[in-house]
């Protein structure tokens, strides 16, 4: 099981600044889909909100549609091989809580899962803009909870030691990039 | 002079898919200006648009309302405090052109300058959505001509070799990450 910490709200925006990519899960009426996400950003400190692109053509895109609700959960460097298979599958075809390493945990103010194993979890509420999201894919959510391991996060900071357990960043074809080198200026 | 070549447009979005902070210039009727926005992603392949959040209080806002263009450039490490003083300061007060390291070159297809130095830069065309630029300072733009320094980016990759040309991914406080190792899986 993860270790969870909670991130006060302010905070939230926090796990996502640096422009990781995430896994965005959803839940409606006994079914869930987890997919993943390089197009996503924070769009606001307090309450926190945050952008998501969810194409169409996708399961989650109709559980989050029906439900008003999502996770996002941001993966590490050892579930990056997962983060590419749940962005590769459909929701439709298979079961992707069958994928090796793809396990749910209770969220605790919505009902899609957090993925287990993963560095933060940002729980949101859909703000409803039904023309952004039919013209451009484009949801917004209200952060209502949000979580972090603390070997990685404390205090408002990453903080990371293990390579393994850095957030990535996908480009294409299969690649990723690490969350490297934290500088000052 | 920085070195530029031409991204097809269809592989424009690489160009931000893994989260790096950008620079938003503008101009407008003698007026020009650069901003800082950790707050940017990807929102479609082609033609390819982008999302960046620009706050209300900003000179950037109303030079890109006044407009209807913006240009992103994508600093790279050594251009870290650069990014931040531009980040940090307001174009009401200082002419942000003045503080060093920051030289506009013009842009092919927009009246905003693209930002010298930097990584790459995409021309942008606001996506008129009064709404939710009101509601969420959110901003859409369809990229309308994109481009790259071919030693860090060429055939729609991504080769960082020399860690000061990295490009980097704003925290808070001053913080930065560094774009790190590539991988695959």
Not at 83 to 107: N, P, Q
Not at 157 to 168: E, L
Request: net charge negative; with cysteine.
């Amino acid at each position: 099981m993860s270790r969870r910490t909670a991130v006060p709200l302010p905070k939230a925006y926090r796990l996502l600044n640096h422009g990781p990519t995430v896994l965005v899960s959803s839940a409606h009426a006994g079914r869930r889909n987890v997919m993943a996400a390089a197009w996503n950003m924070a769009l606001d400190f307090d309450p926190p909100k945050v952008a998501v692109v969810i194409d169409k053509s996708t399961l989650t895109r109709d559980l989050v549609e029906a439900s008003g609700e999502f996770v996002l959960s941001v993966p590490s460097r050892q579930q990056a091989a997962m983060t590419l298979a749940v962005g590769t599958h459909s929701g439709r075809e298979i079961d992707k809580f069958s994928i090796a390493g793809v396990h749910a945990a209770v969220a605790s103010m919505v009902g899609a899962p957090l993925i287990e194993g993963c560095l933060a979890w940002l729980e949101c509420r859909v703000i409803a803009e039904p023309h952004i999201q039919q013209s451009y894919d484009l949801f917004l959510g209200e952060v209502v909870a949000a979580w972090a391991d603390p070997t990685v996060f404390s205090d408002g900071r990453w903080h990371f030691a293990d390579d393994r357990q850095r957030s990535i960043h996908y480009l294409a074809g299969g690649s990723f990039f690490a969350t490297g080198d934290e500088f000052k200026v």
